[in-house]
Structure formats: C-alpha cells, structure tokens
C-alpha cells in the first residue's frame, strides 16, 4: 500500500527539516521526503496548505479502563486521540483496579492492540494502589509494556518512597513522572488559592503546594540521577525552579497543559466545575510565564491531561465536583490559535512540543519524518476553523471549559503506521 502526501510543509525537528514537497509511505513506512514524489498506483493526500508533521504523542491522559467505561473506554479514548492528531496517548494508572501490576498492564497493551487507532501506551503505578508507601512490580510491568512510572493525581509525599522509585527507575531506563502536590498544603482546596478564591468563598490551593514539591522532586533527581518528568506545572516559580535544574544539567524534563496557558483563575468565577482542575488555573502572571517558557525551551511538552467525567458528577457542587477536563479534541487547535498564530512560537517549536520531545522523554519510537521508520504522520491545516462543540466529540467525555469557542487551525488527518486513522474530510 503506497501513499503520498503531496505539497505540503514538511516539518520535522529531529531532521532540522522545514520545507515544501512530497511524502511517501509504502506499507506503513516513510520511504522517501522530496520535493515532488510521482507514483502511478499511490493513494494521493493532498496536503496543500497543511503542516505534515511525525505523530504527535500526549504524555498524559486518562482513559479509565478498566473500571470505569462509562466515562471512557482505550476505544473511545484512542479514537478521540486520533481525531485530536495524536497517534499516540501515555494512560496514566489510575484505573479500577490500578496499574500495579502485570495483568493489568498486560490487559490495557493487548486491548489497545485490538482497537487500532491511535497507539496506546501504559504508565505503571509507583506504589500499590496509587498509595504512596510500598514500591508497586515495576520491574514486571516493564517487562509488560509499561513506558514509565507514576502515581498520577496522588503524589507520592514520602520522599524515601520516592527516592527508591527513582533508583529503580534509573536501572529500567524508564521516566517518573510525577504530580507535584503538597497535600498537607493544598488540603481541601478545590481551586487557586488568591482573589478569585476569597470572592467566591472557595478553599484556595496555593501554588507554594506545588512548588515545594517541584524543588523536592528536583534535589531527588540530582542524588539519584534518575529521569523525573514533571507533570502539568502551573505556576511561574515551579517553571523558574526547572530552568534552574536544567542549567546544572539536572535530568528533569516538565509538561504543560493547554488549559494553562489559555485559562486563568478567573474561569471558575460562575462556579463553571468544567473550570476544576487540579494543578487549578492560576493567575494571569503564571500564565505569561508558561507562554515564555513554551518559547524559550524550558517547557519540553504539551500535554493534554485529559480526564473525562460523567455529567451527573460535573453537575455537583463546585466543592464536590471532581477535577478534571476532557482535552484530547482541542488541544491542537489551542495550540494552533494561542500560541503559533499569536506569535509566540513557530511550526518547529510547535512539532518539538507535540512529537519529537514526547518520544525523547518517553523513548518511544515516533517522533521523526526519516525515512525508514514507522510512518505516524499528523497533517494540520492552520486556517482551517474549528468550532468547539462536545456533542461532536469521539471522546464519552464532554466536560470542557471551551465549549463555543472559535478556534483558527485544526487537525486535518492522522495517519498510524501509514494507515488514515482519522480525517477530517471523511463522511
């Protein structure tokens, strides 16, 4: 089976590639980049117009199965994944029951296999149970497919606990990626401890709760040299702190959300539960600060967070309610308006975020346009609208704060080992 994506703006990092031509692929690999590609019997994707990029790869999400299916299933969430221009997804542990252990993680590995769609890759749990005290099989999940380590929304407060699991890491060759959240700090704050929280009459998180644990995760990596990705930061001193790290030549690597660097505190002033998350949305200045260290490189990835919930449990108090967004169908064309047609960083800075950093901080294939590897291929057409509508989402989940926003840019198709997973023209 040959393909060839044609006339488009082919942007690759790891090859320091920016140029207008063809892409072929033939039997799910890329054979050749040139500028003009003419085979008889090729299947023709005109890309005019368009962005041709390596697959991009969410370092974070949730698919909730097992356990939870009526919020989500590997199925819907690997379709809502491709139709987002990811061809692949990292699933966080926290499922019913938890990935600690073989089984579990083997179950998730072959489920994705029989779904097809966007390439799902299992996080294992540091602890049992997402419990913060016994180090879970991280060794037996690695050898079941496991690509890192973490115990997602409940961060692991013993700093000895901690500490092994890095060491162990370190021999596995793996990442931990951690939720950095001071609980005895943020307990029972529900939103950014500030303003916004004191009108409201809302228990604030302070981002003190974040940072403290953000400067402990680091001084950890320096003793044991182990691979800390830092999840989801949100404030301007925790990027500040690893700036800092990276400059002593610290291995630690952090992710942003798009919900941060395009929301701020102020969302939750009607008491919007699509506006609960947890790190929450914090204050214009920590939004300005993500921004400039999307553009400088201190920020290696974005990644969605995607959590999706049941109606009923949003619709509850907002002090009830639980935290989280759905993310994986708008991310991109976030990305797209606020950052690259505002100017702050450009088509290969957006790939880097997207792709080529991904793969590097989880050592995962992908990531890279060179010919004879595996073609995960995301096409976006930059002027292309897109309107933000839930009940049009592939996702269970239609918890998001963007409802009704106009967006420019959007994802125009996806392609997994060389096989159209999602387009956007398709009936």
Request: proline share 5%; charged share 25%.
């Amino acid at each position: 089976m040959r393909v060839v994506i044609k006339s488009g703006l082919i942007v690759d990092p790891s090859q320091h590639l920016e140029m207008n031509g063809d892409l072929l692929v033939e039997d799910g690999i890329i054979r050749e980049i040139a500028p003009e590609i003419s085979i008889a019997d090729a299947d023709v994707f005109d890309a005019r117009g368009c962005i041709v990029a390596p697959g991009f790869i969410d370092l974070h999400v949730h698919l909730r199965e097992p356990g939870r299916e009526d919020v989500e299933t590997i199925e819907t969430g690997a379709q809502a994944a491709a139709a987002g221009g990811f061809t692949a997804v990292c699933a966080m542990p926290n499922t019913q029951p938890v990935n600690d252990n073989r089984a579990v993680t083997r179950f998730i590995v072959e489920r994705a296999r029989e779904v097809g769609a966007a390439r799902v890759y299992p996080i294992g749990a540091i602890t049992r149970g997402l419990q913060g005290e016994t180090l879970a099989e991280i060794g037996e999940m690695r050898e079941a497919g496991i690509i890192a380590i973490s115990d997602d929304g409940q961060p692991v407060m013993n700093a000895q606990v901690m500490r092994r699991a890095m060491e162990y890491a370190r021999q596995l060759e793996i990442p931990v990626i951690d939720h950095c959240e001071d609980k005895n700090l943020s307990a029972g704050g529900v939103m950014n401890e500030g303003l916004w929280s004191l009108r409201l009459g809302l228990k604030g998180m302070p981002a003190a709760a974040e940072e403290v644990h953000v400067a402990r995760d680091i001084i950890l990596a320096e003793l044991t040299g182990a691979h800390v990705h830092l999840a989801h930061l949100s404030t301007a001193f925790s990027i500040e702190l690893v700036r800092q790290a990276k400059r002593r030549g610290v291995r630690v690597t952090c992710e942003v959300t798009p919900h941060h660097f395009t929301l701020t505190e102020e969302a939750v002033r009607d008491y919007d539960t699509h506006a609960k998350m947890n790190p929450p949305l914090r204050t214009e200045r920590d939004l300005q600060a993500i921004r400039e260290a999307l553009a400088d490189g201190t920020i290696d990835a974005i990644a969605t967070d995607h959590a999706p919930h049941h109606p009923d449990e949003k619709a509850l108090e907002f002090d009830r309610a639980p935290f989280g967004i759905v993310g994986l169908e708008t991310a991109v064309s976030l990305a797209l308006d606020r950052l690259v047609h505002a100017g702050v960083i450009g088509w290969m800075r957006l790939v880097e975020l997207f792709s080529t950093n991904p793969a590097r901080i989880a050592r995962l294939p992908g990531g890279t346009l060179k010919p004879g590897v595996v073609a995960d291929i995301t096409i976006l057409d930059p002027m292309r609208p897109f309107l933000v509508r839930a009940e049009r989402f592939r996702s269970k989940g239609r918890n998001t704060p963007f409802e009704g926003w106009q967006l420019t840019g959007a994802v125009r198709a996806t392609l997994v080992a060389g096989r159209f997973v999602y387009r956007a023209d398709a009936p």
